[in-house]
Structures are given as structure tokens and as C-alpha cells.
């Protein structure tokens, strides 16, 4: 199986503010110095939305947790058309040539979290839901790590055919993978030990047409398919550790938050990726 990211290529950010960057979703993954390493087909798209970031001040990383919820620009990175084009071409890509396309956010942002799994003690059967599952690549690390009762939904269904074959190419056939908008799961989609998002709700956030709402209506389905004291762990480059406090507050209690690459530029410090542990506190 050929495992990649999708090619990336170097931006300086020159004068633009880094908080700004980490919310557009810009910033990917932090390489040292004041370079960072962003997806070329995600700046394609954020590079026409440029409103998203112009205007930045290098003052607003000193003010991040006075920022409102609501200061994203739309892009169709929120939208279902551009996710369901996507994956066709991932999928007819994978079927070519066994390439599984796109691993979001980058292969070590899968194993932040892997690896801090397991320093818990969690039994192989637990259950996993992969929040948007995308090719399905976290589920076969997973599977790889011994765990037996997965479950990934995605509401693509490119993605959940190009998911399938990935795992049924890994020897994982026997994972859960459904087509389900996670912003309205059926009645009887619940009680799951842990859920995971990695960029997800970062899209729903961007949704031209009611991303408030969608915001909103992901933390009531969360509460439904995670069961009470279950453990919700997400990833985010557009939402800040303070900002997801405050989103997923109250029901959700900080467990850990989880070491991401970090940038300097202009005196101030910031965070490419936030990844937080929650626990739900029902």
C-alpha cells in the first residue's frame, strides 16, 4: 500500500498573524524557524478566500482567548459537494494506483494521538468511533494497534468506498464503515467509549450555509453516541485550546491536552494544531 502525504510546499507568513493562520486553517504543521508546511491543494482553496486572513494584526496572539466563535471566513471546505469531489478522486486515484490520498493534517498527527492511547489503560474491544473517516487510514493504525470494535462514518460516500478498500487492502475488512451525517445520527447510533476528530468539526466550521448551527448541532450529536464518561479526542488547525474549551463547555472536562508543533514569529509563540482529551461529564 503507498502511504503519503499529499505534496506540500513552504510559505512564509511574512507579516500575517499566526493565530489567524492556525483559524483559516492554514497552518498545518510547525518546520522550524517562521516556515510552515501547508497542504497545497488546502491553500488553493483558502488562497481565494483571502479575507480569511488579510488584515491580521501580530497583537491578536496576545488576545486569542478574548476571540469570538464565530470569526471564520466561509469556504467550500465546509461544504458536502467539495468533500464528496474530493474523495472520487481519491478513491479512482487509490483504485489506479493503491495511492490512499490524503492524510489529513499529517501522518504524526495520527500518531499524537495513537501514542497517547496507548499510555492508557484501555481494553482492545473498547469502542472507537472515527468522527469523518475520511480514507480510513486512522482506523487501520488502530486496527494495527489491536483494537477490535471500530466504527467510522462519513457522510462522503466516496470516502466510505475508499475507506473500505483501504481496509479491506490492510486485512481489516471486518471494520464498521457507514455513510451517516454525523449532525444527525440515527436514534439508536450511541454509547461509544471514545470519539475521534481529527479536522471534522474544523470543516463543519466552515460551512457557507449555517456553520454556527453545525457547530451547535455537533456537540447535542456528540452527546448522544458518546456514552457518560466516555472520551472525545479532537484535532483542530482552525480552533484554538481556549475557543474549544469554551465550544464544548459545559458537559465536556479537559483530560490532556496533547504536545503539537508549535512557531515563533515576531516575539509571540503560537500553536499550528491544537489536540485536546476530553471527558463527558453527562
Known sequence: MCLRQRQHKWVEPDHTDGRKLHQSG???????????????????????DSSAIKN??????????????????????GTKKYWDDAYQRELQTFKDIGDVGEIWFGEESMDRVITWIETQTLTDDITILDIGTGNGMFLVELAKKGFTNLTGIDYSPGSVELAKSVLREGGFADVN???MDFLHPPSGFSSFDMCIDKGTFDAISLNPEDGQQGKAQYVASLRQVLRPQGLFVITSCNWTKEQLLQIFSPGFELVKELPTPRFQFGGKTGNSVTALVFKYQA
Open 26 to 48: 492554514l497552518v498545518s504543521a510547525s518546520c522550524g524557524g517562521n516556515f510552515h508546511l501547508v497542504s497545497t491543494e488546502y491553500m488553493s482553496v483558502m488562497e481565494k
Open 56 to 77: 491580521a494584526t501580530e497583537d491578536s496572539l496576545e488576545t486569542v482567548q478574548d476571540t469570538a466563535l464565530d470569526d471564520f471566513t466561509p469556504s467550500k471546505l
Open 177 to 179: 464503515i457507514e455513510v
